[in-house]
C-alpha cells in the first residue's frame, strides 16, 4: 500500500502549551509570574512593560533598571559574540554591602560586643576581576579573603593590604605555603593558619620558630552537626575535613608542649556551601560555640569564631528548605548567628569573639549570568492525520486510530498501554518487510497523536502513572543553544544544579512552545531538562517559536559561584567571552572590562597540541593535494588561509 501522508484532516500540537485563547490578555507580568523571576531574582532582576530582563540596581537609595536586551545590543555593535559571562559589578558590591550591614544590625540590636569580619572563599570564584572587585567593594567593611591553596594565598597576599581584614588559610599546608602566611604576619597582616590535620602542627611550630615569627593558628572542627540538602552526606561525622575531638586535644596539647598555645586563636567548623534550612545553621553555631568555651577553658587565647560558609542561594524561588533554596532571609541567618553566640558565650563568662563567616555562593551568585543564542530548534511534530484511511490500512494502523478516538480521561493508562503495543507491532513488522515505509511513518504519527492527547488531558487526571508524568517531556521540542554544559554550567550536570533559565525579552507574549536545551556537545549529558520554578522544579520550560531573522537569547541567572572555576573543556570548548558592566545613577551603563574568551589556538594549546605544527601538517596535505592534480595552487592559498584563520577564531558557533 502507498499512501499519500500529505492529505490532511487534523493536527495535534505539543503538550502542555498555554491554552491559545489567553495569549491575547497577555502582558509582561504574566512573563514574570511564569518564569519566577521577581521571586528568585531577589530584587535584582525584574521584566519591564516592554517585555524585556532588565538588571536592577540600587544606587544612592535608588533603583535603576537596565535592560538586558540594550546590553546584548551594546556587546554586538561591539562585535563580542555569543555565549557571554555577564557580570553587573553593582550586584556584587549591594551582596558584599548586605552582607556586612545585616550583620552589623544584628550586632548592634543583641548588643553583641565584637564585630563581624567576612571573608571570601577564593575558590568559588578564581577569575582576577572578580576577586579585584570583591577586594575593592569590601575593604570599606575590612572584608577578606579564603585561601584553600598556595596559589590563592599568593591571590590573596596581592589583594589584601587592610591589616584590619583577615586571610584564612584553610587546606593542606606544606612548609611553602607556611613560610608564606607567616611572612604575611611580619608585615602585619592577619593571616590565619586553620589546621586540618594532625600533620601540620609540627610544621608550623618549626617554621614559626626558625622564621621568629609568632604564627596564628586556628583549629577546624568536624561538627556532628548534619545538614538538610545536597551536602547531606557530607555533613557531621562523616565529614571528609576537619578534626575529631580526640584530634583537636592532641593539635592543643601539642601547641601547649611548644609554648605556642597563645597562638591558638580561631575556631572554625563548616557545614556546606549551601544549607537550606536555618535550623541546621543555628544547631552548627551552637555547637560550635561548645568547642569554642572548651577551647578557652583549656587555655587557648581564642578571639575568633568562624562558622564557615553555608548561607544559600534562593535558586528557585520557593524560600523552602528543598536543596535549592533556603527558608530564610539574610537578616535572619546574622541575626541567629548573632544570638546563638551571645547566649552561649554569656552563660559562660566567654567574652564575645571576632564573628567571621566565608559566604561565597551567597555573595558572588546573583552577579553573574550566561547569555547565548539560540540556534536551531528541533520542534516536537505537529501531528497531520489523513481525513480517511483506504480499505487496505493494515488492522494494526486501524488500531492505533481507535485508540486516538476513543482516549478520555478515564482510560489514559490503557490507551497508553495500547498505543505502545500497536506501535511495537508495526516496527517489528516493518522490520520484517512485510510493511512499506509509509505505513510505518503513519504508524508512528498515529501513536505520537494518541500520546499527545493523552498528555494534554494529563492535569484532569487524578492519578497518573511515572510513565504518562513524562509523557510532556517526551513530546517537547529541543532548542540548541550555543553554549557548552560541561564549560559554563557544570553543576546542571555534575549535581542536578537547577538555575533559573528565561528568555531576555518577548515575555510580553506567550510562549507557546514546551522545550528542553541542548548544547554544542557531542554528548548526551550535554542537556539541560530540569528547570527552576517557585511552584516546583520543572521538566520542560516554556519558550517562544523563532522568528526568522531575529536572534533569540535566554539568560542562566545566578551562575557567579563555581561555575567558571570547574568547567571544563569538552569538545574543546573553552572559556566564554565576559563582559563586566557598570549600572550608572542617571540611567545609563558602561562596559567596564571585556574579556575575549579561549579561541581554537588557545584550546589546543591546552591539550598539548603546537597549533604552528598543525597548521605545517595542514599545510603539507594541502601541497599534496596540489601535486596530485586535486586543487590548484590558488585554492592551496585559500584553505590554508581559512585554517591559519579559524586557529584565531571564537570555539563557539559564530554568525
Known amino acids: 500500500m502507498t499512501f499519500p501522508i500529505s492529505q490532511l484532516d487534523q493536527s495535534v500540537g505539543v503538550a502542555g502549551q498555554p491554552p491559545h485563547d489567553e495569549a491575547e490578555d497577555w502582558t509582561s507580568r504574566h512573563g514574570a509570574e511564569l518564569y519566577g523571576i521577581r521571586e528568585w531574582g531577589a530584587g535584582y532582576f525584574d521584566v519591564n512593560e516592554a517585555g524585556e530582563v532588565t538588571v536592577v540596581a540600587t544606587i544612592n537609595g535608588k533603583k535603576i533598571s537596565v535592560s538586558l536586551t540594550d546590553i546584548v545590543e551594546g556587546m554586538r555593535e561591539r562585535g563580542m559574540e555569543m555565549p557571554v559571562v555577564l557580570r553587573v559589578e553593582n550586584l556584587l558590591d549591594d551582596r558584599i554591602r548586605t552582607l556586612n550591614e545585616a550583620f552589623a544590625k544584628a550586632i548592634r540590636d543583641a548588643g553583641y560586643r565584637n564585630v563581624y569580619r567576612g571573608v571570601f572563599p577564593i575558590k568559588v570564584n578564581q577569575q582576577c576581576h572578580v576577586i579585584e572587585e570583591i577586594a575593592n567593594f569590601g575593604a570599606r567593611f575590612h572584608h577578606g579573603l579564603e585561601a584553600g591553596s598556595k596559589a590563592e594565598l ?11 581584614s583577615l586571610i584564612i588559610c584553610n587546606g593542606y599546608k606544606d612548609s611553602e605555603f607556611i613560610e608564606m602566611g607567616l611572612y604575611a604576619v611580619q608585615m602585619g597582616l592577619k593571616c590565619f593558619f586553620v589546621v586540618e590535620t594532625l600533620a601540620e602542627v609540627p610544621i608550623i611550630i618549626e617554621r614559626s620558630r626558625t622564621m621568629g615569627v609568632k604564627p596564628l593558628i586556628g583549629v577546624r572542627l568536624k561538627l556532628s552537626t548534619k545538614v538538610d540538602g545536597h551536602w547531606a552526606e557530607d555533613s557531621g561525622d562523616q565529614s571528609l575535613f576537619g578534626l575529631t575531638p580526640s584530634q583537636l586535644i592532641d593539635v592543643v596539647d601539642a601547641l601547649k608542649a611548644a609554648d605556642m598555645l597563645d597562638s591558638l586563636q580561631l575556631l572554625h567548623t563548616h557545614l556546606g556551601s549551601q544549607i537550606p534550612n536555618i535550623r541546621n545553621i543555628r544547631s552548627g553555631v551552637l555547637e560550635a560555640c561548645r568547642y569554642y568555651c572548651s577551647l578557652v577553658e583549656e587555655g587557648a587565647a581564642m578571639g575568633y569564631l568562624d562558622l564557615g560558609g553555608g548561607l544559600a542561594v534562593d535558586y528557585d524561588g520557593t524560600k523552602s528548605s528543598s536543596t535549592h533554596s533556603m527558608n530564610y532571609s539574610i537578616s535572619e541567618y546574622c541575626a541567629d548567628i548573632v544570638e546563638a553566640v551571645l547566649e552561649t558565650l554569656d552563660s559562660n563568662d566567654i567574652p564575645h569573639p571576632v564573628i567571621i563567616t566565608e559566604s561565597g555562593r551567597a555573595t558572588v551568585a546573583y552577579s553573574s549570568l550566561l547569555l547565548f543564542n539560540i540556534l536551531d530548534v528541533r520542534q516536537s511534530e505537529r501531528v497531520e492525520l489523513p481525513k480517511t484511511l483506504p480499505d487496505d490500512t493494515h488492522e494494526l494502523i486501524a488500531n492505533l486510530k481507535s485508540v486516538l478516538e476513543n482516549a478520555r480521561v478515564e482510560n489514559l493508562q490503557e490507551c497508553f498501554n495500547d498505543a505502545v503495543y500497536y506501535r511495537d507491532e508495526i516496527a517489528e513488522l516493518f522490520r520484517h518487510g512485510q510493511l512499506g515505509l509509509r505505513e510505518r511513518a503513519l504508524g508512528d504519527m498515529y501513536h505520537r497523536a494518541v500520546l499527545t492527547k493523552i498528555a494534554r488531558l494529563l492535569p ?14 517526551l513530546l517537547c521540542d529541543i532548542y540548541y543553544g550555543n553554549f557548552s554544559v560541561f564549560q559554563s554550567l557544570p553543576d546542571t550536570w555534575a549535581i542536578d544544579q537547577l538555575l533559573p533559565i528565561m528568555p531576555i525579552r518577548r515575555l510580553d507574549e506567550q510562549p507557546d512552545r514546551q522545550a528542553i536545551l541542548a548544547d554544542l556537545t557531542c554528548d548526551c549529558d550535554g542537556k539541560i531538562d530540569h528547570f527552576a520554578n517557585p511552584n516546583g522544579p520543572l521538566r520542560t520550560l516554556s519558550l517562544h517559536p523563532l522568528v526568522e531573522g531575529e536572534e533569540y537569547h535566554l539568560a542562566v541567572f545566578l551562575v557567579g559561584a563555581y561555575q567558571e572555576t570547574l568547567g571544563d573543556l569538552h569538545n574543546l570548548f573553552g572559556d566564554t567571552n565576559v563582559v563586566s558592566v557598570r549600572i550608572h545613577e542617571e540611567g545609563g551603563f558602561e562596559f567596564a572590562r571585556e574579556f575575549r574568551g579561549d579561541c581554537i ?16 601538517k595542514f599545510r603539507r596535505t594541502a601541497e599534496k593535494a596540489v601535486q596530485q592534480g586535486q586543487i590548484s595552487a590558488s585554492v592551496r592559498k585559500s584553505v590554508v588561509d ?4 579559524s586557529l584565531n577564531g571564537y570555539t563557539y558557533f559564530e554568525r
Open 601 to 616: 589556538f588557545d584550546v589546543l594549546s591546552y591539550v598539548e597540541y603546537h597549533p604552528q605544527n598543525l597548521l605545517e
Open 642 to 645: 581559512a585554517f591559519s584563520a
Open 154 to 164: 599568593l591571590i590573596a597576599l596581592s589583594h589584601i593590604q587592610d591589616q584590619e
Open 460 to 473: 484532569a487526571a487524578r492519578r497518573v502513572s511515572q510513565e504518562l508524568e513524562v509523557l510532556p517531556e
